[in-house]
């Protein structure tokens, strides 16, 4: 081994980590109740969520309190960019490409009663230097959200910190 790869080594050896876990929780944000929507529709404006600087998404969260089995995919970046207007046909121009970080697609509801929630587990990282996350949701179905009952979304987030 190289000198180098010994003291990196060594430091990884004295390095302590904790993970914490961050829970970011949002409304969709801009949807327009009392519409119907088509399939591939955006489903609100972009909104910003706030987050720590560098983290993995380990789990989301989609509670539809409409309890119409709102499907729905959240398109994640890491800087703001240009999304489509509520209602209209959900497409981002390949100037904004480079600050993709992943969609989640909420496709598998359980039903609670009045509401319904989908859930999505799986790790992706990410680096955001100005702390924020930005998302626009689209629908893979035809929902119509009614007054008051926007969607909620939530961001499990898991964070390294040394110790």
């Not at 081994?1 to 876990?21: I, P, Q, Y």
């Not at 309890?67 to 209209?88: C, K, M, P, Q, S």
Request: aromatic share 8%; net charge negative.
């Amino acid at each position: 081994m190289s000198t180098l790869t010994n003291v990196v080594e060594a430091l990884r050896g004295n390095l302590k980590t904790r993970e914490h876990l961050v829970v970011v929780k949002i409304e969709v944000q801009g949807a327009t109740p009392a519409v119907a929507y088509a399939a591939n529709d955006a489903v609100g404006g972009v909104f910003s969520v706030d987050v720590p600087k560098i983290g993995w998404i380990i789990g989301a969260k989609l509670i539809d309190r409409d309890d119409d089995t709102l499907a729905l995919t959240a398109h994640i970046y890491t800087e703001r960019f240009t999304g489509a207007a509520d209602n209209a046909a959900y497409t981002v121009g390949v100037g904004d490409s480079s600050n993709w970080l992943t969609k989640i697609t909420f496709d598998t509801v359980e039903d609670e009663g009045s509401f319904k929630v989908s859930e999505v587990v799986g790790e992706t990282f990410y680096s955001s230097p100005t702390g924020k996350l930005w998302i626009q949701c689209s629908t893979t179905g035809t929902p119509n959200i009614a007054s008051g009952a926007l969607p909620i979304l939530q961001l499990a987030i898991k964070v390294a910190v040394g110790g």
